[in-house]
């Protein structure tokens, strides 16, 4: 590899690599990504490179293990460029035959999508259902790219918007183009990511942070750890354009230390960025120096949190503090530390390269661009999706998810995971509107999207979700570590039918407590999914408790069975 | 663990910001759990009060001060998984290996844990053996399962 001196080194290297592959060639893309990988994948994987070993250097096609395609139910995932075509549940005895029919430009029907219902066959990725509502733009990616070589990346215009920034924009420009897109941030909050930038940029001192928050630590997120691990250097080269435009010299990724493919991936992009002076010292000629280290999270949900996982960088333990100072003019030792989540770093090159304009166009008025969803729980098709933002949450059930398994009708969706809240099947129509479905009572969070059937116990999905966060409180403040605790008690209760007149009450009350007093977002939103199940399905919960008090006064009438 | 191992960890990050959890992040995935004495040595090294190493070993969840046995037996009790079971699951690995979340049996054999997530819900519920993962599990399918691992 050469270093890079300048944006015409970078097209010109962009230009050989182009011109070294055949786009008529056939290849074959291998998914790897985590439910694939599950699945087994890695065996496909391999008998795949062994057949095209066979056929020798004029094999006539290509093999390339890749990162998760979305449709993770059916996985292995095999899609074969240039015409897309998808092969589901793939298992290494079907790899010959797929070798042999793409060879000869032929299609194996057997391993195509069917519907369920009517048996209609879809060979294309543009046709499947599953994907033909979607808008990929970040995720789309996936299926081109072996995350272990940055010529893929290269090969579809990456670091194409780097170039742009560096010599043709200056660093207010980006700025200001990244306010303009409107781009609020995916990891949660939704807080507009330029304002959050403006106030690093400006904040005093010298030296300047950028993170990358790749924590995930939702359960029933995995849409960021998708993408990331499926195309690190998009994610890198936003968070190295972010830097340039707040004035950072150092950046942090922080991730999970237990997805040894997330890891291995961002190290090699790092390592080759590098190599080709797109990172480190004088980026591409330009005078811009940016440095990148990798820190892990350990196992606790709370240092996913801004402030704790700054502190949890420093080395210390995840304990989030007070907000009045905020982390973008205090974080990382006290210093000016701009953080965002995968997904909105990953939004930052295409804002670049295509304009605020083109990006303004995709999306609601509140909010803009395509979201990532990590659909699961009780839904046929499980998976990654992305959708534009203003999509009916209809159309990601039910047409991209397929509708409810077994027949099934649905009860709730669920956003957000324990801190997000479900909204009962009848209001499905809502639009993915951060600001629409935070007025429900079911704000998008970071988009895992769980689908719930009526046989769902909505006192014990709550109950669930509290007991998660009290294993993770970190106990720092009273109100999260010992409101949670009594809210879990009352609802545990509730769930053994020991519910008890007067509990929905003292819920309540324990929900505006732990709401107002807690310290972090953890303990101050911990009771949203319980508040969000008193507006929408306090009955079941008045059923349940009820019921609860009715065995207690047959048992005191029967005899003193307990 | 043999010292000349943990001096080399300790020498490849030492002085980088958030050394000791880079430094028992590493013992912990090659030694499987943080021995006492290891722990000692550590704070030596790195020249930080042993309590404020206990603070760190004790808070992430990832690090165990108990030995474990030869097999990790995983159940992911991630929501999408809970919807799907995993309480049964849990069940029966329970059954099968005689012991609870948290706790290794007589022989060494299994070390069980429960987490979530692991971000495999499509897949779900499932168990994860020393990082392998068994996908749509159904209690059923458990004794079949563990008796791979020995």
Redesign the interface.
């Known amino acids: 590899m050469t270093r890079l001196n300048s944006a015409a080194e970078l097209e010109q290297l962009r230009a050989g690599i182009l011109s070294s592959r055949d786009p008529a060639k056939p290849c074959i893309a291998v998914c790897a990504g985590?439910?694939c990988?599950?699945?087994d994948s890695v065996r496909v994987a391999q008998a795949f490179q062994a057949e095209v070993a066979k056929l020798g250097p004029g094999a006539g096609l290509e093999v390339r293990v890749t990162g998760c395609h979305g449709y993770?139910?059916k996985?292995p995932n095999v899609v074969v460029d240039p015409e897309g075509i998808c092969y589901f549940e793939v298992k290494p005895e079907d790899v010959p035959e797929i070798i042999a029919c793409t060879l000869k430009k032929e299609v194996v029907e057997r391993l195509v999508y069917a519907h369920p219902d009517t048996g209609e066959r879809a060979v294309h990725i543009g046709e499947v259902p599953f994907y033909k509502h979607q808008m990929r733009l970040l995720i789309g990616d996936n299926t081109r790219i072996d995350p272990m070589r940055i010529d893929d990346y290269l090969a579809l215009g990456g670091y194409g918007a780097l170039a742009k920034a560096l010599f043709q924009m200056t660093p207010g420009q980006v700025l200001d183009e990244v306010k303009k897109a409107n781009l609020r941030g995916r990891g949660g909050g939704g807080f507009p990511a330029g304002l959050k930038w403006e106030t690093a940029k400006n904040a005093p001192g010298k030296d300047k942070y950028v993170i990358v928050n790749a924590h995930?630590g939702?359960?029933?997120?995995?849409m960021d750890?998708?993408l990331f691990t499926g195309n690190p250097h998009k994610v890198l080269e936003g968070l190295i354009i972010g830097a340039y435009a707040i004035g950072s010299h150092r950046g942090f990724i922080y991730t999970r230390?237990?997805?040894?493919q997330l890891i291995c991936h961002i190290e090699q992009a790092l390592a080759q960025a590098e190599e080709y002076g797109l990172l480190g010292e004088n980026i591409l000629g330009s005078g811009f120096d940016f440095r990148v280290?990798v820190?892990?999270d350990?196992?606790?949900f709370v240092s996913g949190e801004s402030s704790a996982l700054m502190r949890?960088?420093?080395?210390?333990?995840?304990e989030p503090r007070p907000k009045y100072i905020r982390t973008s003019v205090a974080g990382i030792w006290d210093r000016p530390s701009n953080l965002n989540n995968v997904e909105t770093w990953a939004n930052v090159p295409q804002i670049i390269s295509r304009g605020a304009d083109w990006y303004r166009g995709i999306g609601t008025e509140g909010s803009k661009g395509t979201k990532l969803v990590?659909l699961?729980?009780?839904v046929v098709n499980?998976?990654v999706v992305e959708v534009p933002m203003g999509t009916p949450l209809r159309t990601i059930v039910y047409d991209i998810g397929g509708g409810i398994p077994g027949g099934k009708a649905a009860k709730a969706v669920?956003f957000g995971?324990?801190m997000g809240g479900s909204i009962p099947a009848n209001l499905i129509d809502a639009p993915l509107d951060f600001d629409e479905l935070a007025k429900l009572g079911a704000p998008i969070g970071a988009g895992g999207l769980?689908v719930?059937d009526e046989d769902?116990d909505m006192v014990d999905?709550a109950r669930?979700?509290l007991e998660?966060l009290t294993n993770e409180s970190?106990g720092k403040c009273v109100p999260c570590r010992e409101g949670m605790r009594q809210t879990l008690k009352v609802l545990t209760n509730i769930t053994k039918g020991k519910g008890r007149e007067g509990d929905i009450a003292r819920l309540e009350d324990l929900n505006d407590v732990t709401g107002a007093a807690c310290l972090c977002a953890l303990g101050r939103t911990a009771s949203d999914p319980l508040k969000s199940m008193l507006r929408y399905f306090k009955v079941e919960y008045e059923t349940q408790i009820a019921r609860g008090s009715e065995g207690r006064s047959g048992n005191a009438a029967g005899s003193a069975a307990t | 663990m043999d010292s000349a191992n943990l001096d080399q960890i300790i020498e490849q990050h030492r002085g980088k910001p958030g050394d000791l959890i880079h430094v028992l992040m590493e013992v912990q995935h090659q030694n499987h759990w943080l021995p006492r004495d290891v722990l000692h040595q550590i704070a030596e090294a790195l020249n930080i009060p042993f309590s404020r190493v206990l603070r760190i070993a004790t808070l992430y969840k990832t690090f165990s001060l108990t030995p474990k046995g030869r097999n990790e037996v995983h159940v992911c009790t991630g929501i999408s998984c809970h919807l799907r079971g995993a309480n049964k699951l849990l069940d029966a690995v329970e059954r099968a290996t005689g012991i609870k979340p948290g706790e290794t049996d007589a022989g060494w054999r299994f070390t069980l844990d429960t987490g979530s997530c692991l971000g495999s819900c499509s897949i779900g519920p499932e168990i994860i053996v020393n990082g392998t993962h068994h996908a749509r599990m159904t209690p059923a399918k458990v004794e079949d399962v563990l008796k791979e691992y020995q």
């Open positions: 985590a439910a990988h599950g699945l993770c139910e996985g995930e939702e359960p029933g997120a995995f750890r998708a230390h237990d997805s040894p280290e820190h892990y350990v196992g606790i949890s960088i420093e080395g210390n333990p995840p990590s699961s729980g009780n499980s998976g669920h995971g324990p769980l719930m769902t999905v669930y979700f998660f970190c």
